[in-house]
């Protein structure tokens, strides 16, 4: 199985992101074989700061997360736009991954946003960007905005989703995403 991990951009409780995220391994468990998605929280990532790396070793919580990173075969970003880009904690957790050795490298990725403006795009093309020198190779379609607060509404107040459309809309980047993991595999596009 493509075994992914979904992080998520956004750190409270009820985010709509996070709710994208729990719909996106309901999908995955009840509609697409040989697809695993784990939730991956980054909120207990300490803010990067190289003292922090003593002897080439990492303060616990980034070894662990950077493990499950390096053991996952792909990547969905759940991000949140702040201020026309990706948020502080999503960049923090990005930054420890790659530090030496990069773990992100050679990894098939997505992105889904559930923003408070139109369409939360310009965030996304950051995180493209960022992947870039990562070498995390993300999916082009079907890209996926969301407009958290467009009524009618797509959550409920614990961040479920809770409209059909979009769940559909979530499912077809899952299906690509999968699609593509499988053809990433045994091929080192670049290094
Ligand atoms: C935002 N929000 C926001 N939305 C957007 O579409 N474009 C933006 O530039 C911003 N800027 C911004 C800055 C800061 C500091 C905050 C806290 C929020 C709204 C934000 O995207 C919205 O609240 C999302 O719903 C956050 O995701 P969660 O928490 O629901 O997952």
């Known amino acids: 199985a493509v075994k992914v991990v979904a992080l998520c951009g956004s750190l409270r409780k ?24 784990e939730y991956v929280d980054i909120s207990p990532l300490p803010m990067l700061n190289t003292d922090l790396e003593v002897d080439g070793t990492y303060p616990p919580a980034v070894e662990a997360f950077r493990r499950k990173i390096l053991e996952a075969e792909s990547v969905l970003f759940a ?3 702040y201020n026309y880009s990706v948020t502080a904690p999503l960049k923090n957790a990005l930054d420890w991954a790659s530090r030496p050795p990069n773990v992100w490298g050679n990894k098939a990725a997505a992105i889904v946003s559930s923003s408070g403006g139109s369409r939360g795009a310009r965030s996304q093309y950051h995180l493209r960007q960022i992947g870039v020198f990562l070498d995390l190779h993300f999916i082009n379609k079907p890209e996926f905005f969301l407009n958290a607060y467009q009524p009618p509404p797509k959550f409920d107040s614990h961040g479920d989703l809770i409209d059909r459309e979009v769940r559909e809309k979530l499912k077809a980047v899952l299906l690509a995403l999968h699609a593509f993991s499988l053809r990433l595999r045994g091929t080192s596009v670049v290094n």
């Open 79 to 81: 991000s949140p736009e």
């Open 14 to 37: 009820n985010s709509t992101n996070r709710g994208l995220i729990r719909a996106a391994i309901e999908i995955a468990k009840e509609s697409i074989d040989g697809m695993e998605i």
